[in-house]
Protein backbone atom coordinates (compact mmCIF):
# COMPACT_ATOMS: atom_id res chain seq x y z
CA UNK A 1 0.00 0.00 0.00
CA UNK A 2 1.31 3.67 -0.88
CA UNK A 3 2.42 5.85 2.40
CA UNK A 4 3.24 9.31 2.98
CA UNK A 5 5.67 10.42 5.35
CA UNK A 6 6.62 13.72 6.81
CA UNK A 7 9.45 13.36 9.00
CA UNK A 8 8.59 16.90 10.87
CA UNK A 9 6.00 17.32 13.46
CA UNK A 10 7.52 20.82 13.87
CA UNK A 11 9.58 23.04 11.89
CA UNK A 12 10.69 26.44 13.37
CA UNK A 13 12.83 28.83 11.44
CA UNK A 14 13.67 32.22 11.40
CA UNK A 15 12.14 34.77 9.21
CA UNK A 16 14.45 35.31 5.87
CA UNK A 17 16.12 31.94 6.52
CA UNK A 18 15.64 29.12 3.73
CA UNK A 19 13.68 25.77 5.02
CA UNK A 20 13.34 22.61 4.02
CA UNK A 21 10.04 20.01 4.95
CA UNK A 22 10.95 16.40 4.34
CA UNK A 23 8.21 14.25 2.70
CA UNK A 24 9.08 10.50 1.83
CA UNK A 25 6.54 8.14 0.35
CA UNK A 26 6.53 4.22 -0.92
CA UNK A 27 4.99 3.53 -4.04
CA UNK A 28 5.35 0.78 -6.94
CA UNK A 29 4.11 2.46 -9.03
CA UNK A 30 4.26 5.98 -11.29
CA UNK A 31 2.38 9.06 -8.61
CA UNK A 32 1.48 12.38 -8.61
CA UNK A 33 2.72 14.23 -5.56
CA UNK A 34 1.19 17.55 -4.01
CA UNK A 35 2.10 19.97 -1.58
CA UNK A 36 -0.71 21.45 0.52
CA UNK A 37 -1.23 24.32 3.01
CA UNK A 38 -3.50 24.90 5.41
CA UNK A 39 -4.02 27.81 7.73
CA UNK A 40 -5.43 28.27 10.92
CA UNK A 41 -9.04 26.76 10.91
CA UNK A 42 -9.07 27.45 6.86
CA UNK A 43 -8.82 24.47 4.48
CA UNK A 44 -5.96 23.18 2.58
CA UNK A 45 -5.28 25.14 -0.49
CA UNK A 46 -2.82 23.66 -3.08
CA UNK A 47 0.66 24.88 -3.53
CA UNK A 48 2.49 22.81 -6.44
CA UNK A 49 2.14 19.50 -7.80
CA UNK A 50 4.43 16.88 -9.96
CA UNK A 51 2.24 15.02 -12.38
CA UNK A 52 5.54 14.64 -15.26
CA UNK A 53 8.50 15.94 -16.88
CA UNK A 54 10.95 18.14 -15.05
CA UNK A 55 11.21 17.19 -11.62
CA UNK A 56 11.83 21.01 -10.01
CA UNK A 57 8.03 22.05 -9.61
CA UNK A 58 7.60 25.96 -8.55
CA UNK A 59 4.80 26.52 -6.70
CA UNK A 60 2.93 29.55 -5.40
CA UNK A 61 4.44 31.71 -2.61
CA UNK A 62 8.03 30.64 -4.05
CA UNK A 63 7.99 27.46 -2.84
CA UNK A 64 9.43 24.74 -4.78
CA UNK A 65 9.80 21.49 -4.57
CA UNK A 66 11.90 18.58 -6.31
CA UNK A 67 10.60 15.10 -6.99
CA UNK A 68 13.25 12.41 -6.52
CA UNK A 69 12.30 9.19 -7.94
CA UNK A 70 15.44 7.43 -6.45
CA UNK A 71 14.91 8.32 -2.97
CA UNK A 72 11.35 8.43 -3.44
CA UNK A 73 11.32 12.03 -1.99
CA UNK A 74 9.17 15.47 -2.77
CA UNK A 75 10.93 17.82 -0.20
CA UNK A 76 9.41 21.53 -0.09
CA UNK A 77 11.78 24.02 -0.43
CA UNK A 78 12.06 28.02 0.45
CA UNK A 79 15.02 30.16 0.31
CA UNK A 80 13.55 33.11 2.24
CA UNK A 81 10.45 32.31 4.38
CA UNK A 82 8.18 35.01 5.98
CA UNK A 83 6.06 35.21 9.07
CA UNK A 84 2.73 34.96 6.53
CA UNK A 85 4.62 31.08 6.03
CA UNK A 86 3.37 30.18 8.84
CA UNK A 87 0.79 27.37 8.57
CA UNK A 88 0.82 23.70 8.42
CA UNK A 89 1.89 21.97 5.03
CA UNK A 90 0.93 18.60 3.81
CA UNK A 91 2.26 16.08 1.50
CA UNK A 92 -0.26 14.09 -0.49
CA UNK A 93 0.10 11.38 -3.27
CA UNK A 94 -2.58 9.84 -5.65
CA UNK A 95 -3.22 6.27 -5.59
CA UNK A 96 -5.26 4.39 -8.10
CA UNK A 97 -6.56 1.90 -5.35
CA UNK A 98 -10.57 2.12 -5.62
CA UNK A 99 -12.56 -0.03 -8.03
CA UNK A 100 -14.27 2.34 -8.87
CA UNK A 101 -11.70 3.71 -11.14
CA UNK A 102 -11.06 6.87 -9.43
CA UNK A 103 -7.91 7.93 -7.57
CA UNK A 104 -7.42 8.67 -3.85
CA UNK A 105 -5.32 10.85 -2.25
CA UNK A 106 -3.12 9.76 0.91
CA UNK A 107 -2.58 12.69 2.92
CA UNK A 108 0.92 12.94 5.08
CA UNK A 109 0.65 13.70 9.06
CA UNK A 110 1.63 17.16 8.33
CA UNK A 111 4.42 19.51 9.43
CA UNK A 112 3.77 22.71 11.16
CA UNK A 113 6.19 25.72 10.40
CA UNK A 114 6.52 28.23 12.49
CA UNK A 115 8.57 31.56 11.51
CA UNK A 116 9.87 33.39 14.11
CA UNK A 117 11.13 37.13 13.72
CA UNK B 1 -15.36 33.86 -7.52
CA UNK B 2 -15.75 30.18 -7.92
CA UNK B 3 -15.41 28.00 -4.76
CA UNK B 4 -16.56 26.09 -2.04
CA UNK B 5 -19.26 27.10 0.96
CA UNK B 6 -19.06 25.05 3.95
CA UNK B 7 -21.17 25.82 6.90
CA UNK B 8 -21.85 26.58 9.78
CA UNK B 9 -17.96 27.14 10.38
CA UNK B 10 -18.45 26.08 14.03
CA UNK B 11 -20.80 23.57 15.51
CA UNK B 12 -21.66 21.91 18.88
CA UNK B 13 -23.71 19.24 19.11
CA UNK B 14 -24.95 17.07 22.27
CA UNK B 15 -24.03 13.65 22.66
CA UNK B 16 -26.59 11.29 20.88
CA UNK B 17 -27.92 14.20 18.62
CA UNK B 18 -27.60 13.72 14.60
CA UNK B 19 -25.92 16.94 13.23
CA UNK B 20 -25.84 17.80 9.31
CA UNK B 21 -23.00 19.88 7.60
CA UNK B 22 -23.06 21.50 4.39
CA UNK B 23 -20.61 21.87 1.57
CA UNK B 24 -21.58 23.50 -1.52
CA UNK B 25 -19.92 24.74 -4.53
CA UNK B 26 -20.38 26.47 -7.56
CA UNK B 27 -17.11 24.92 -9.85
CA UNK B 28 -19.18 22.73 -11.73
CA UNK B 29 -16.81 19.47 -10.38
CA UNK B 30 -18.02 16.37 -10.61
CA UNK B 31 -16.50 15.08 -7.53
CA UNK B 32 -16.97 15.71 -4.33
CA UNK B 33 -15.21 14.22 -0.72
CA UNK B 34 -15.61 14.68 3.41
CA UNK B 35 -12.99 14.63 5.27
CA UNK B 36 -11.89 14.17 9.07
CA UNK B 37 -8.83 15.74 10.22
CA UNK B 38 -7.50 15.17 14.10
CA UNK B 39 -4.13 16.67 14.97
CA UNK B 40 -1.37 14.61 14.51
CA UNK B 41 -3.61 12.03 12.35
CA UNK B 42 -3.50 13.93 8.56
CA UNK B 43 -6.59 14.00 6.67
CA UNK B 44 -8.68 10.95 6.36
CA UNK B 45 -11.39 10.39 3.72
CA UNK B 46 -15.23 9.34 5.38
CA UNK B 47 -17.36 9.80 1.53
CA UNK B 48 -16.50 10.51 -1.77
CA UNK B 49 -19.09 11.14 -4.61
CA UNK B 50 -18.26 11.24 -8.52
CA UNK B 51 -21.52 11.74 -9.99
CA UNK B 52 -25.13 12.58 -8.65
CA UNK B 53 -26.56 10.25 -6.72
CA UNK B 54 -24.10 8.15 -6.03
CA UNK B 55 -21.51 7.82 -3.53
CA UNK B 56 -19.02 5.56 -1.78
CA UNK B 57 -17.83 4.87 1.46
CA UNK B 58 -13.98 5.95 2.54
CA UNK B 59 -11.89 5.11 5.35
CA UNK B 60 -13.90 6.09 7.79
CA UNK B 61 -17.34 5.72 6.95
CA UNK B 62 -19.06 4.43 10.07
CA UNK B 63 -21.30 6.90 11.99
CA UNK B 64 -21.44 9.33 8.69
CA UNK B 65 -24.32 9.37 6.32
CA UNK B 66 -24.34 11.70 3.18
CA UNK B 67 -26.27 12.15 -0.17
CA UNK B 68 -25.99 13.42 -3.36
CA UNK B 69 -29.39 15.03 -4.87
CA UNK B 70 -27.70 18.20 -6.82
CA UNK B 71 -24.19 18.36 -8.23
CA UNK B 72 -23.89 21.05 -6.36
CA UNK B 73 -24.22 19.72 -2.71
CA UNK B 74 -22.98 17.53 -0.76
CA UNK B 75 -24.16 17.32 2.69
CA UNK B 76 -22.63 15.42 5.95
CA UNK B 77 -24.77 13.90 8.46
CA UNK B 78 -22.70 13.04 12.02
CA UNK B 79 -24.98 10.33 13.68
CA UNK B 80 -25.17 9.39 16.94
CA UNK B 81 -23.47 6.31 15.55
CA UNK B 82 -20.13 8.19 15.48
CA UNK B 83 -18.31 7.30 18.88
CA UNK B 84 -15.81 10.52 18.58
CA UNK B 85 -17.09 13.44 16.21
CA UNK B 86 -15.42 16.04 17.64
CA UNK B 87 -13.11 17.35 14.58
CA UNK B 88 -12.56 19.20 11.95
CA UNK B 89 -14.43 18.22 8.51
CA UNK B 90 -13.08 19.75 5.30
CA UNK B 91 -15.14 19.07 2.02
CA UNK B 92 -13.60 19.39 -1.26
CA UNK B 93 -13.93 18.78 -5.13
CA UNK B 94 -12.46 17.92 -8.50
CA UNK B 95 -13.52 17.63 -12.44
CA UNK B 96 -13.97 14.00 -12.57
CA UNK B 97 -11.58 13.45 -15.50
CA UNK B 98 -8.52 12.09 -13.66
CA UNK B 99 -10.08 13.20 -10.39
CA UNK B 100 -7.83 14.88 -8.11
CA UNK B 101 -4.83 14.94 -10.76
CA UNK B 102 -5.32 18.79 -10.83
CA UNK B 103 -5.90 19.09 -7.38
CA UNK B 104 -8.36 19.34 -5.26
CA UNK B 105 -10.57 22.36 -4.25
CA UNK B 106 -11.41 22.65 -0.24
CA UNK B 107 -13.97 24.65 1.70
CA UNK B 108 -12.51 26.62 4.92
CA UNK B 109 -13.67 23.86 6.98
CA UNK B 110 -16.74 23.17 9.98
CA UNK B 111 -15.55 22.65 13.68
CA UNK B 112 -17.33 20.15 15.45
CA UNK B 113 -17.70 19.79 19.09
CA UNK B 114 -19.59 17.22 21.35
CA UNK B 115 -20.37 18.48 24.32
Known amino acids: AQSVTQLDSQVPVFEEAPVELRCNYS??????LFWYVQYPNQGLQLLLK??????LVKGINGFEAEFNKSQTSFHLRKPSVHISDTAEYFC???????????????FGTGTRLKVLA | DGGITQSPKYLFRKEGQNVTLSCEQNLNHDAMYWYRQDPGQGLRLIYY???????QKGDIAEGYSVSREKKESFPLTVTSAQKNPTAFYLC??????????????FGSGTRLTVV
Open chain 1, 50 to 55: YLSGST
Open chain 1, 92 to 106: AVISPLYDSGTYKYI
Open chain 2, 92 to 105: ASSPNELPGVGGYT
Open chain 2, 49 to 55: SQIVNDF
Open chain 1, 27 to 32: SSVSVY
